[in-house]
């Protein structure tokens, strides 16, 4: 049976959850449909020891500040599940776990969501998947000879699960330096950090407040036909919180340039240098998750959707949002997706 809404967010994570409280400010109907079984989004998924760039009150979503974190300046990652399974609480949203979105399609003027359990007839849909579903790793020279364990940042937990082992660790951003110095402050791990250029760390007293203030005077100057300030890019690409500046300081987050190839066990340099491996950890990054939007054949280049704000320009019923600056000035953020959600529930409110 199909059921009908005025939107259907796909996504339970904070981008979802932020759509739902604007879209109920909005007076309308809606359901979120998210895949993981629990609340929490990417969140209840990352390593053990990973913390936030802010503070707890520069990290909240629209409506609630988050609670401060007893003992911690910068709340670790179940602080923020905990966060996002009350807010979902708090407001009643209207999330179903466990739902997978395979499609969505148009449908005589609206757009048809099909999932592992049903099927919805909407006017609009937000997406709201994020990147963490699809982990990118590059296409390295040898990587399918390589006897080691390989693994991606979704699949890292703590350095307990490398005890005694040789390990490289692969990007030069935040995952990369925060896994590598995880890793090799642990004292029984031997690591070897790699990177495609030279690591940009920012100054230690940046975090995430600045760089969320960076973020706006950037969206202010372009919309106001100014030039690009460059954002968040133009100060580095790693925030030295903690552990990341202890190892650095400790020398032992000294990176070596990018290999040419993997052997069986081993990274090999153009050079005729070497190192033994045991596991290679790629902190290489993500790609949006928008498998399920294919069926409306809007990929652009880079496999973006091109977008006005969160509208895609080939469909006007859909909007994108948490991907990234292409959907919304730090949208990927919690502090920073409160605004775009807002716009977007705007937008589908003015189109009924």
């Given at each position: ?68 974190q007893t003992g911690e ?82 699949n890292y937990r703590s ?193 009924r």
């Amino acid at each position: 049976m199909t059921q009908h809404t005025d939107v259907v967010v796909v996504g339970g994570g904070q981008a979802g959850l932020a759509a739902g409280y604007h879209l109920r400010r909005q007076g309308l109907d809606f359901t979120v449909l998210d895949a993981d079984p629990a609340p929490g989004g990417s969140w209840q998924h990352m390593w053990d020891s990973l913390h936030l760039f802010s503070p707890a009150e520069h990290s909240s979503l629209p409506g609630r500040f988050m609670p401060v974190q007893t003992g911690e300046t910068y709340p670790d990652a179940g602080h923020v599940v905990d966060y996002l399974t009350d807010y979902e609480k708090r407001y009643d949203l209207p999330v179903q776990h466990g739902t997978r979105v395979d499609a969505v399609r148009r449908d005589a003027g609206r757009l048809l969501v099909e999932a592992d359990t049903g099927t919805w007839r909407a006017g609009a849909v937000i997406s709201a998947t994020g990147t963490w579903a699809r982990p990118f790793l590059p296409a390295v020279p040898g990587r399918s000879v390589f006897t080691g364990r390989q693994m991606h940042t979704v699949n890292y937990r703590s350095p307990a699960d490398f005890a005694g082992q040789r390990v490289i660790v692969v990007g030069g951003g935040n995952s990369g330096a925060q896994i590598a110095a995880d890793l090799a402050l642990n004292g029984n791990v031997e690591v070897t950090w790699v990177t495609q250029r030279p690591p940009r760390f920012l100054a230690d007293d940046i975090d995430g407040r600045a760089l969320f203030d960076v973020a706006t005077a950037r969206r202010r100057a372009l919309e106001e036909g100014r030039s690009d300030t460059g954002g968040v890019a133009s100060l580095g690409d790693i925030v030295a919180v903690p552990p990341v500046r202890a190892a650095r300081d400790a020398g032992l987050l000294a990176a070596k340039p990018m290999f040419a190839r993997l052997s069986a066990d081993s990274a090999q340099w153009a050079d005729g240098s070497h190192a033994a491996a045991d596991a290679v950890m790629w902190c290489t990054g993500f790609r949006p998750a928008l498998a399920h939007l294919a069926p409306l054949n809007l990929r652009g280049p880079r496999g973006h959707i091109p977008t006005d704000g969160t509208r895609a320009l080939g469909e006007p019923r859909l909007h994108l949002l948490g991907y990234g600056d292409w959907t919304g000035p730090a949208s990927a953020t919690l502090i920073g997706v409160g605004r775009p959600a807002r716009d977007a529930a705007r937008a589908i409110a003015q189109m009924r």
